[in-house]
């Protein structure tokens, strides 16, 4: 059976805009289970609706709308509460990253799990938070530490998706071109020597072993396209004969 992710709840979400904007975050990452609790315009909410946008409209039409969090939250094995300020109630205390690891490896074992968001202007009350197993603490700059519903929603759902896929390897950036073969490098290095040999580069005799190790050292670090490699050979055509 599909390991089911994790519920994220918003607790009492003032603006339908601000619901469909998280919506649309949860989407970004493949979560698809929202849950709304006492929404203060009601619901369904046309707002929502518009800010959605398109197939994140999908994730309102299924959210399950309840009037109070134990109910929302009854059927849950396990639940995290997203919260910048410091609480006097005792619970364990993760970063996004850490609390989503944990996530991942009790939905593994077979619970359900859930994130609670509280309200865009005062975020969630002690009462909401002692309902919780544990606090999500963004480290934010202490000075500005507000984070709105939808950034909220949004660096949780990427830190579940990011323990799926681990870290991407950088993209050079080369997207629609060939890389250069070893051999076609080789031989604009070859080319770089006879150049550089004729004008007298290799100075003196001594030193021209390294020298000709430290361009070959250059040119296998960097990441040529063939078309770079044919560019660098018509420069230097076109450098010996305006000397010739």
Request: with cysteine.
């Amino acid at each position: 059976m599909t390991p089911t992710p994790p519920l994220f709840i918003l607790v009492r979400p003032q603006m339908g805009e601000n619901i469909g904007a998280a919506a649309r975050a949860m989407l970004n990452f493949g979560l698809e289970r929202m849950r709304l609790v006492a929404p203060r315009d009601g619901w369904p909410n046309p707002k929502a609706v518009a800010m959605a946008s398109g197939a994140a409209g999908a994730v309102l039409e299924h959210a399950g709308v309840f009037d109070d969090l134990p109910a929302a939250i009854g059927d849950c094995d396990f639940v995290f509460a997203t919260t910048a300020r410091a609480r006097e109630l005792t619970k364990p205390i993760y970063t996004p990253e850490t609390a989503m690891a944990e996530a991942r490896a009790r939905i593994a074992a077979g619970q359900r799990v859930a994130v609670l968001f509280g309200p865009e202007r005062t975020g969630l009350e002690n009462d909401d938070v002692s309902r919780a197993n544990a606090i999500i603490s963004v480290p934010v700059n202490p000075a500005f530490p507000s984070l709105n519903l939808a950034q909220a929603v949004l660096l949780t759902g990427y830190e579940f998706m990011r323990q799926e896929v681990g870290a991407l390897p950088v993209d050079p950036g080369l997207a629609g071109a060939d890389p250069a073969s070893r051999i076609e490098i080789e031989k604009l290095g070859d080319h770089f020597e006879e150049k550089l040999e004729a004008a007298g580069f290799f100075y003196p005799p001594t030193k021209a072993a390294p020298m000709k190790l430290n361009l070959r050292n250059l040119w296998s670090r960097m990441p040529f396209t063939r078309a770079d490699v044919q560019t660098l050979h018509g420069m230097l055509r076109q450098i010996t004969r305006s000397q010739g």
